[in-house]
């Protein structure tokens, strides 16, 4: 049917396929295809990601999409392959165009069935794989009109409150080079530090798929948990409990246990470690059964805060055992997980489906992973590669989220060696985890000079009260940041001596 979104001083004709309702900050649409006429020509729209790692932000509507190009691999691992298409501007649950005067048009999705939001010169159109879900259609003030749906998705969808604190993360410096003896060091050069956890990233399990001790941690998880909460941490753990590697066991010996592929053969859910990966089929009893036991183990063990990672598989396209839309299915083992862990265990989700997360999830990874480099030369043209800039520009453009849980940017970098990035790049890392409020580094403090340990220290002690003033403008404690020029592009990075 056709209808007009009145906003007082302006008005929007649209398709929808049942009549709206009038809140106090927009319209509440059914759930339904909508596409709503625009009057704005070529200008900007926003295009958000649907995983941590896919790309977010504004483009032209004339100008290039932002996306994955080129690469079904890479858009099956940091996007919505099922969806995805590269030439069009689109993008998931949420989307916006810019009016002149610097108000906008936003339509969000409500809830799951992977809706989707694009726009062109004359028309902001939502659709979804399943009409699960009711329409936010708003316009105002952006920030205001950003606000107003983060505030209505968690309203349905919830939001947890409990606070991560600093973090320490070992994946930015030793990577899988791991071991139970280098943790112990690291821990006991950090004691003393101002960082409330100790997350142990990939390395420690066999392989990805099996989740117990793996060979260079010969006494045990729970050996070393202990360890770091003697140095006064709270121990955290990596794992990504919803794919499995070929070589894992679970994969060799439960096949039946994967999500499948129209071949009847388990589905390839993405690549990652010179290898493709399955994704589990957590609609089996049988998954849900080893999912609990997993998370009681780890949690027995005595980690209470989990990154759980490569989660978006948990919702790829494919086949499983009961016939609910892919986000639900991702959803509840999510809610599974949670149940299972209860409310005091931090869980910080990675490479996550973003809306269907919000009220489970304490915290989510807003963008790709960060780097010791400022620019990823082996994927130029890929926004999802590893990165401090790509880091900053898909954590910023989606400031708006902190609505919904704790929002992680990914690690800072105080080291001057064993990096690429001069003393201003680490400053603006530092400043986008400043403006999004979450702190994590990964810096070992034997790798670190004396000033920088100072700094690092100084730093992770800061709690300042952050305004969000302008698209990519923001007030720490009366100071001005402003990263317009680095997400925007027009940064140019010093030239730096390689150190280390
Ligand atoms: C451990 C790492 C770290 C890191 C995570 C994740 O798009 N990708 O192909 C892609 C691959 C790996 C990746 C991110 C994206 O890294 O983000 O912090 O935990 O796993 O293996």
Redesign the pocket.
Known sequence: MQFTFDFGDATFAANVTAPPVRTDTGWIVPAGPLAVLHPFGDTEFYRHGWN??SPSGWARTDGETIGIKDSPE?LL??DDAAVETPHAHSGSAVGAVAAPDGRVLLVGSLGLGTPRVGADRDVLWGRSEQDLAEWFVAFGPELEVFADYARLVSERLGRRTRRAGTVWSS?YSFF?SIDEGLVARTVADLEGQPVDVFQI??GWEPIVGDWTAGPDFPSGMQATAEGIAARGFRPGL?LAPLIALPGSEIARTRPDLMVQGDDGRPLVA????GSHYYALDTTQQEVRDHLREVFERVTGWGFSYL?L??MYAGAVTGRRSADVHREVAYRDALQHIRDVVGDDTYLLG??VPMIPSVGVLDGA?VG??TAAVWDNAERPRDP?G?GALNSIVQSVNRAWMKGLYEVDP?SVYFRSARSLLGEPERELLRDTAAVLEFRSTSDPMAWLTEAEREELAAWLSEKPTVEHVGRHRFVVDGREVDLTAVVTGGYEPEPTAVAG
């Open positions: 941590s790692w890479r691992t940091a994946w899988e990233d990939d990596w993405g690549h990652n470690w990154k990672d490569f990675c490479g990874r790709p992973d999802s590893a990914d």
